[in-house]
């Protein structure tokens, strides 16, 4: 049975990753120091090869198999960006690698995971199903196979996050990591653990997917019955054995985070920092706005863990997120189905500097009275009190509108 990686593993796999993958930026946010009273350093590996964090323990991985190990070529199950991850070091060691993905993955992880010169094989709506996928044709093909957490080679890879933290700042007190299956968490409890005991480790699970807290809770790892969150890269059924022995051992607490909460620290990211990142890669970053455990006046990293992220919902986000900050919104309002009756609402939003982004008619649903047209109205704003102002222009002309959140 493996046993887990020690701090020498770690120091190891930093030697084969040099010059592999980027030492990626230590970055102080003042922004988000303020908005929430800790002093905030983000890990940005979002801006990793691959995108995140995967390649790392992909890369000594494969790089520590031997050549008879390599001979059938490897195979994996992901969400994404492990499958990234293992493409990418697949491709530098040149060995063949096919990669099961589940069937709604994000475009773009199929994409740049086939870009990287991997067969990629869609099964399965969740991971678990790819997961079982991948395992059926390792047992029949003799592939070797790549697991995406549970393996002291992968979780010593993803540990020289922690060390590239502390060997930038020392003084770190906090850190916080999201947490799938828990191989980074696991890696970078047993680096910074053993280079300072008194640093916190946190975990950070998305609130549709706490299969490690409920592990922790049980004694054992467990396997979750449902999951729904939009954090696909932290949305694991079942931990490690390795990762769940780490985590119990060395991390001082789990928190959650859920989807909304998620979604708006996507927006407040890529609108304050001007960084693009995937759901679960600020999960960790969201448990820190929004105060899910006392941080205030401390030295605190979260960790940015990946930016491939799907392009329509990213569409979402945005949109969510400018609605939230009153710098866009949308009216409904019932109006006679006549010439001149929208013409006089476009009228004021436009002498109100409300950019009209989009119209659309109903008039066929039951709740609309014949002779009527419900017109629905999207429009950016320059400022927030401006939708005070065109609220009180709309009273005084409509007789029935609504402000759609």
């Known amino acids: 049975m493996s046993k887990l990686p020690d701090y020498s593993d770690i120091i190891k796999a930093q030697m084969r990753l040099k010059g592999i993958v980027k030492h990626t930026p230590l970055e102080h946010t003042k922004s988000f120091s303020a908005m929430s009273g800790a002093n905030v350093y983000m890990k940005l590996e979002n801006m990793q090869s ?6 790392r323990g992909a890369y000594n991985k494969l790089s520590s198999l031997s050549k008879e190990e390599l001979r059938k070529g490897v195979v994996c199950a992901s969400a994404g960006n492990h499958a990234q991850g293992v493409a990418f070091a697949a491709r530098i060691v ?5 990669v099961f993905m589940p069937v709604f993955t994000p475009p773009l992880k199929v994409i740049a995971t086939r870009s990287y010169g991997a067969e990629v094989v869609l099964e399965g709506d969740t991971f678990d199903d790819a997961y079982a996928a991948a395992m059926k044709y390792q047992s029949e093909s003799g592939a070797h196979f790549v697991h995406p957490f549970d393996d002291p080679l992968i979780i010593a890879g993803q540990g020289t996050i922690g060390l590239e933290l502390f060997q930038a700042m020392d003084s770190i007190q906090d850190v916080l990591v999201p947490i799938g299956g828990g191989g980074m968490i696991a890696g970078i409890a047993i680096a910074l653990k053993e280079m ?4 916190r480790i946190i975990g950070v699970e998305a609130a549709g997917a706490q299969s490690m807290k409920n592990s922790l809770k049980a004694g054992k790892p467990e396997k979750l019955a449902h999951m729904q969150t939009i954090a696909d890269g932290i949305a694991v059924k079942t931990p490690g054995n390795l990762t769940f022995e780490a985590t119990r051992k060395l991390v001082d607490e789990i928190v959650v985070v859920d989807d909304a909460e998620i979604a708006h620290t996507a927006y407040l990211l890529l609108q304050r920092a001007k960084l693009l990142a995937e759901p679960s890669g600020v999960a960790a970053l969201a448990a820190v706005l929004h105060k899910k455990t006392d941080l205030a006046g401390r030295n605190v990293v979260p960790i940015i863990s990946g930016g491939n992220i799907n392009m329509g919902l990213l569409e979402q986000i945005l949109e969510k997120g ?5 710098l866009r919104a949308r009216i409904a309002v019932l109006i006679p189905d006549v010439a001149g009756e929208l013409k006089s609402i476009i009228s004021i939003l436009e002498r109100l500097r409300a950019n009209i982004n989009e119209i659309s008619h109903e008039r066929s649903i039951t709740t609309v009275p014949v002779g009527f047209v419900l017109v629905t109205i999207t429009f950016s704003l320059q400022e927030t009190a401006q939708l005070d102002a065109i609220r009180q222009t709309l009273d005084s002309k409509l007789k029935k509108y609504e402000v759609l959140r």
Do not use: C, R
């Open 50 to 55: 691959t995108g995140s964090f995967k390649v």
């Open 196 to 199: 300072n005991p008194d640093i």
């Open 322 to 326: 400018m609605m939230e900050e009153g």
């Open 94 to 98: 040149g060995v063949g690698a096919k």
